[in-house]
């Protein structure tokens, strides 16, 4: 699993950073998180490739998160023959996309299909043979979710040497047998998986949760998460616009990983107040509570290891 930041801004976009977005790559798939004004500038530079963008995620509906959606659908019809797409996101999402392809007129030659938060509390937004995504409400200027994405638990390794004790040779019935199937063994015994699989292993877990106030249901998103990617937009010598327009400091951000306990944080979503230069600055602020951080930079790519 790769984990591409496509853009690490808030607000507007900057020459030197994009606004908020998350690519992740898994299978040959694309799921994106938020794609703000010029999301597919940076696309572009990481290369990649419009073929395998399978959904899109947004937060809410404000600017920076949802203005490069028409790019973004527009590239993917370049393509000939493209797989449909699903966007999720608040409600309005639907209507706001519909009323693009409208006013601006342009063609799509592939299904969208959408999934607007129904308004339960927590829940499975979206699942396909690979993973599922989770989102939960978390608490902006206007209704915004939080995301988690959960690849499917993985079978346990499997022990030759129990198999061969069972009496299964190598070969066809090992691949039943790892694939979740009972088999009968030659001498007539129905050999079940379990015999055979240690125990199972979790997916890798990664959270995206941006423009928001401290609250629960960042926890649950970000628990004992590979890597967790939150907004960290403010200096605590700015915390007051944090408060006033809704949004995380660098800080807050670290307490929260701190309950949470993600194995990586990165900030994402900064203010475009701060320079390049500042970046350590914020680091240095959510080290001093939670050690396993830093700043997100656009375009970096972190590849998520499987937890064990
Ligand atoms: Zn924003
Ligand atoms: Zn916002």
Excluded at 3 to 22: D, K, N
Excluded at 39 to 44: G, L, V
Excluded at 246 to 262: D, F, R, S, V, Y
Excluded at 268 to 289: F, G, Q, T
Aim: neutral net charge.
């Amino acid at each position: 699993m790769e984990c591409i930041l496509v853009g690490t801004g808030g607000m507007m976009p900057m020459p030197y950073r994009m606004l908020a977005s998350l690519a992740v790559r898994l299978n040959g798939k694309v799921y994106l998180f938020d794609a703000g004004e010029g999301a597919q500038i940076n696309w572009k530079k990481a290369r990649i490739g419009v073929r395998g963008l399978r959904l899109i995620a947004v937060t809410h509906l404000h600017a920076d998160h949802c203005l490069g959606i028409p790019g973004m659908l527009m590239l993917k019809a370049q393509m000939e023959a493209p797989e449909p797409i699903t966007i999720i996101g608040p409600p309005g999402i639907r209507e706001f996309v519909i009323q693009c392809r409208k006013t601006l007129e342009f063609q799509i030659n592939y299904p969208i299909d959408f999934i607007e938060w129904p308004g339960d509390k927590t829940g499975i937004a979206f699942s396909d043979e690979h993973l599922r995504i989770l989102w939960e409400p978390v608490k902006h200027t206007r209704f915004c979710l939080g995301y988690r994405l959960e690849e499917f638990d993985r079978p346990g390794r499997f022990d030759s040497q129990k198999a061969l004790a069972l009496g299964l040779p190598m070969g066809p019935l090992w691949g039943k047998l790892q694939s979740g199937r009972s088999v009968a063994a030659p001498d007539g015994r129905m050999i079940s998986p379990e015999h055979v699989l240690g125990p199972t292993r979790r997916g890798r877990h990664i959270a995206y949760v941006v423009d928001t106030r401290p609250v629960p249901s960042i926890i649950s998103l970000c628990k004992e998460a590979d890597m967790a990617f939150l907004e960290g937009m403010f200096l605590v010598e700015h915390s007051e616009h944090a408060d006033e327009k809704g949004h995380l400091t660098a800080t807050e951000a670290a307490g929260i990983a701190k309950k949470a306990n993600p194995a990586r944080l990165v900030l994402v979503h900064i203010s475009p107040r701060y320079e390049k230069s500042d970046l350590a600055r914020l680091e240095e602020e959510a080290a001093a509570i939670f050690k396993s951080v830093q700043a997100g930079r656009d375009l970096d790519v972190f590849e998520v290891r499987f937890p064990e």
